[in-house]
């Protein structure tokens, strides 16, 4: 059993088509953006099979880590059409930064068709880091699902 993040996506939500796809195409641009920032932190992003370019637009998200340097794992995909329930398990490789920050950006941007999960909380590093990062590079406070937030005890 690995680290694995999980999500939900109903574009059929989103009644009209239009809303969504401006939606997809900006939650697109943002995570594109990150990504492409990321190698500052010494993180490579590649296509979702561990190579070549990822892909970042107006109707898909696909992409994983550095394959040549073993830090891929699972293929992070979103189509702005089709409904997903799917995962992604990363191992805590360094991309998971990426898949955190796109589960965030959607969270945000299209609440209303976009839900997720992980096997991390709040307390995480992986989350931490990923929560700081999202917060200092949109300037948004992020939102997590209550069920990753820890109950006092």
Same mark, same amino acid.
Request: hydrophobic share 35%.
């Given at each position: 059993?690995?680290?694995?993040?999980?999500? =939900?996506? @109903?574009?059929?939500?989103?009644?009209?088509? %239009? !809303?969504?796809?401006?939606?997809?195409? $900006?939650?697109? *641009?943002?995570?594109?953006?990150?990504?492409?920032?990321?190698?500052?932190?010494?993180?490579?992003?590649?296509?979702?099979?561990?190579?070549?370019?990822?892909?970042?637009?107006?109707?898909?998200?696909?992409? =994983?880590? @550095?394959?040549?340097?073993?830090?891929?794992? %699972? !293929?992070?995909?979103?189509?702005?059409? $089709?409904?997903? *329930?799917?995962?992604?398990?990363?191992?805590?490789?360094?991309?998971?930064?990426?898949?955190?920050?796109?589960?965030?950006?959607?969270?945000?941007?299209?609440?209303?068709?976009?839900?997720?999960?992980?096997?991390?909380?709040?307390?995480?590093?992986?989350?931490?880091?990923?929560?700081?990062?999202?917060?200092?590079?949109?300037?948004?406070?992020?939102?997590?699902?209550?069920?990753?937030?820890?109950?006092?005890?």
């Amino acid at each position: 059993m690995g680290y694995t993040h999980y999500w =939900n996506f @109903d574009p059929n939500k989103i009644e009209n088509t %239009e !809303t969504l796809r401006k939606k997809f195409k $900006r939650a697109s *641009k943002q995570i594109k953006s990150f990504a492409e920032w990321l190698p500052n932190k010494g993180i490579k992003i590649c296509g979702g099979l561990g190579e070549g370019k990822p892909i970042f637009n107006e109707t898909e998200i696909w992409f =994983n880590g @550095d394959g040549s340097e073993k830090l891929d794992h %699972e !293929t992070f995909n979103l189509h702005w059409s $089709r409904r997903f *329930k799917d995962f992604c398990k990363t191992a805590r490789k360094p991309y998971d930064l990426l898949v955190c920050f796109a589960l965030l950006t959607f969270a945000e941007i299209l609440p209303e068709a976009f839900e997720f999960s992980s096997d991390g909380d709040i307390e995480d590093a992986e989350w931490q880091q990923g929560l700081e990062y999202y917060e200092t590079f949109t300037g948004k406070i992020a939102k997590l699902p209550q069920s990753m937030m820890k109950q006092a005890a």
